[in-house]
């Protein structure tokens, strides 16, 4: 009998070779099989038919952790291309995969969400994004907070301020935990222009109770919030405190000078009521030499041919046009102001002036320009150094 056994030993190990092998050419054919259809979607992909690389794509049968992450891909793809239904197709098919590790189905939700988001569907956007939340831990395919800031994203289109809040305050606690790996969000300047946003809406009902309580977290949130001083300021303003109004305005003004275009009507109104046109262009001329802001500029010689000239003034003209290189809108403003306004700057002297301004303004301006790209240079050149086209240059 052992002997048999001994006999049979070489057949029962031939047979199995045989069936390992088998199996072998077998994967071998499968995984043949499934590159060619890799392969065939792709090729759709580059020679411009995405319908016919989604047909592929979709029916592709076996999908793993690798090839799941080029269907990832492939989805936010068509998105980012502006392809808002097809990235959904993509992503809805892989979340309906039975063989996809959770935390990857969880990535492909994220990617519907914002696929949601792009087909402004903002109300399926957010439950899926807070189904996520609920349920998902940061991991190396997804982040809590990348989820917390596309919630965010979305209660700024509903102007849902609170929950806006609340999404930066979870952006916050999870990339905190998570080693900030997401990129960051001014949180605290966010926050500020949220609360400022509920103050007014609380002020268009009248609610000063709750303004009061409103300011005074965007105070403790973030206190150089120019948006605070210019809130407070208009608060004052409609109440015709204008000493208080003007203080505000000017204190936002000083911290930020680009507010000057949006505060300046309410500033100089403010002055006017006080009697403080003096001081106001005091203050603007202080800080136009530390800004050399155009709009500060342009704005004291508005309130100068407005309300009276001064010395001060003339002699920040005389300087600003021999010295400085103005913009042309600045140049004729002021040329404006020396020929019917100025008392302190004679014509001749004026005509100098404004010759030397032009002669500054001119000297950076380039001659010439590419027909064919816009490109500006100083020289006419024979070829354009951008686009390579040759005789297109002109005179600008
Ligand atoms: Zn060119």
Known sequence: MVEILLLLLPLVFFLGWRASRRKL????????????????????????EPDK????????????EYTAETFQLLGDSFRNRGEVDRALRVHQNLIARTNLKPQQKQKAMFSLGEDFYAAGMLDRAEGVFQELLSNTQSNKYISKASVCSSLRTIYEQTQEWQKAIDAVSCYDKSNKKNGGSVPKLNSKSLVAHYYCELAEEA??????????????????????STRLMTLQGDIEFHQKKYKPALKKYLQAIKQ??????????????SAVALNEIN????????????????????????LAKKYGNSEAVD??????????????ESIYKTSEYIKSYS????????????????????????????????????????????????DTIDHA
């Open 25 to 48: 050419i077998k994967n071998q054919r499968k995984q043949q099989q499934l590159s060619g259809h890799f392969v065939k979607g792709v090729n759709f992909l580059l020679s411009e």
């Open 53 to 64: 690389a989604l047909e592929v794509f979709l029916n592709y049968p076996d999908i793993d």
């Open 203 to 224: 002020l268009q009902l009248g609610k000063l109770n709750e303004v009061d309580d409103l300011l005074a977290k965007v105070k403790s949130t973030y206190k150089q």
């Open 256 to 269: 930020d000078s680009r507010l000057l275009s949006m505060l300046c009507d309410k500033t100089e109104q």
């Open 279 to 302: 001081g106001l262009q005091k203050d603007l001329l202080s800080l136009y030499k530390k800004s050399k802001n155009k709009t500060i500029f342009e704005t004291i010689i508005t």
């Open 315 to 328: 002699s920040l003209i005389e300087s600003e046009l021999a010295t400085e290189k103005l913009n042309i």
């Open 343 to 390: 008392e302190g700057i004679e014509a001749e002297q004026g005509l100098d002036l404004l010759n030397k301004s032009l002669s500054n303004y001119l000297k950076g301006v380039p001659a010439f320009n590419c027909g064919h790209c816009g490109y500006k240079m100083h020289d006419y050149l024979w070829r354009c150094p951008a686009c390579q086209q040759w």
